[in-house]
């Protein structure tokens, strides 16, 4: 049988350096209860990044006081790790007595940012910015952040952890496929990729907003795992593995989902297709999306696609790690090429 070329419309519902001195003021109180200390918590749970495997963060800080004309930086980027009982770092730090402190921190997966590979982080002006951050298929981590102002020492001398909780920064994008064929027709998926994203974008710490969203290349494609290679979706469906992606509203719809499908009657092909699904993202920080990809068709060969997305909690976890939001509609243009 012979299946003509067509083009197939649908609707898509997203769901969807500074001049601060290094120097530290010599009449710290150096005692156990005056040293400055960490706790974290990340918001609820994800996939990627928990409580749990959670072990390791960057840390920038700076204090100003009354008897010095700048601002005296503390940490710049140290490394603290999670402890049996506690976070720990090295080379003591101190609270001075009537300073105004502000921390920042941050952790790509327990990671450390990589100018060569996902950018840099730079601390000027008391603030932590994230540079040129990249979300494509040479870096794909998630991302947390933090931060906690204006904090003093207590009155009375005594001291806790600076208690840190953290953020997701970026989207976590998935693709799940599955088959709407009637009995006895065999629908395989593969080859799922997405083309066209924006994947590098400057994060500011002060107003905790994504700047300067960009692509990297006009040829920018990140293939998409499946479970298998090849996914059978007849009875069951398949999903792709986790994406991280740079929140951004897209303008038009210029990003695109490809995959190929091929559906078998009785042992035998019926047609394969490349399928070209372009459509406007709505990527928010911190959100979790399941784009919901239900197949259909008849015995004369694929007849329409219906697109579909929900925000869906991780299987088992009680608390998510990701914000709930309302889907919203955007026109959708698929288009199939092949036998």
């Given at each position: 049988m012979k299946i003509r070329d067509f083009l197939i419309c649908g609707l898509c519902s997203m769901a969807v350096v500074s001049c601060a001195s290094s120097d530290v003021i010599d009449d710290v109180l150096r005692s156990e209860a005056n040293r400055i200390g960490f706790e974290t918590n990340v918001s609820k749970n994800s996939r990627a990044m928990t409580n749990g495997n959670f072990n390791r963060f960057f840390v920038y800080a700076s204090y100003s006081i009354s008897t010095q004309p700048q601002p005296v930086n503390v940490f710049t980027g140290?490394?603290?790790?999670?402890?049996?009982?506690?976070?720990?770092?090295?080379?003591?730090?101190?609270?001075?007595p009537d300073a105004t402190y502000d921390f920042y921190a941050y952790s790509c997966e327990n990671q450390q940012m990589n100018p060569n590979i996902s950018g840099h982080a730079s601390f000027s002006d008391r603030v932590l910015q994230l540079n040129g951050f990249t979300a494509?298929?040479?870096?794909?981590?998630?991302?947390?952040?933090?931060?906690?102002?204006?904090?003093?020492?207590?009155?009375?001398?005594?001291?806790?952890?600076?208690?840190?909780?953290?953020?997701?920064?970026l989207t976590r994008v998935i693709?799940?496929?599955?088959?709407?064929?009637?009995?006895?027709?065999?629908?395989?998926?593969?080859?799922?990729?997405?083309?066209?994203?924006?994947?590098?974008?400057?994060?500011?710490?002060?107003?905790?907003?994504?700047?300067?969203?960009?692509?990297?290349?006009?040829?920018?494609?990140?293939?998409?795992?499946?479970?298998?290679?090849?996914?059978?979706?007849?009875?069951?469906?398949?999903?792709?593995?986790?994406?991280?992606?740079?929140?951004?509203?897209?303008?038009k719809a210029d990003v695109t989902l490809e995959f190929d499908v091929q559906v078998r009657k009785d042992g035998k092909d019926v047609l394969g297709r490349t399928i070209y699904a372009t459509w406007r993202p709505t990527w928010s920080a911190g959100h979790s999306l399941n784009n919901v990809i239900t197949i259909t068709g008849g015995h004369t060969g694929l007849n329409s696609i219906r697109f579909t997305a929900e925000i869906t909690k991780d299987p088992g976890a009680d608390n998510d790690g990701w914000n709930g939001e309302d889907g919203t509609l955007n026109d959708m243009v698929f288009e199939a090429h092949g036998n």
């Open positions: 140290d490394v603290v790790t999670k402890g049996t009982n506690s976070w720990t770092y090295s080379g003591d730090r101190f609270w001075v494509n298929a040479k870096h794909q981590h998630d991302l947390l952040f933090a931060s906690v102002l204006n904090q003093k020492r207590a009155s009375d001398g005594s001291s806790t952890p600076v208690a840190f909780k953290f953020n997701h920064l693709f799940t496929f599955k088959s709407a064929y009637p009995s006895g027709y065999t629908v395989i998926v593969s080859n799922p990729r997405l083309v066209n994203f924006r994947d590098k974008a400057d994060f500011d710490g002060k107003t905790m907003e994504w700047e300067n969203v960009e692509r990297t290349s006009d040829e920018i494609e990140m293939n998409l795992s499946l479970a298998t290679p090849t996914a059978d979706i007849t009875s069951a469906t398949a999903t792709t593995a986790p994406i991280y992606m740079i929140p951004f509203a897209y303008k």
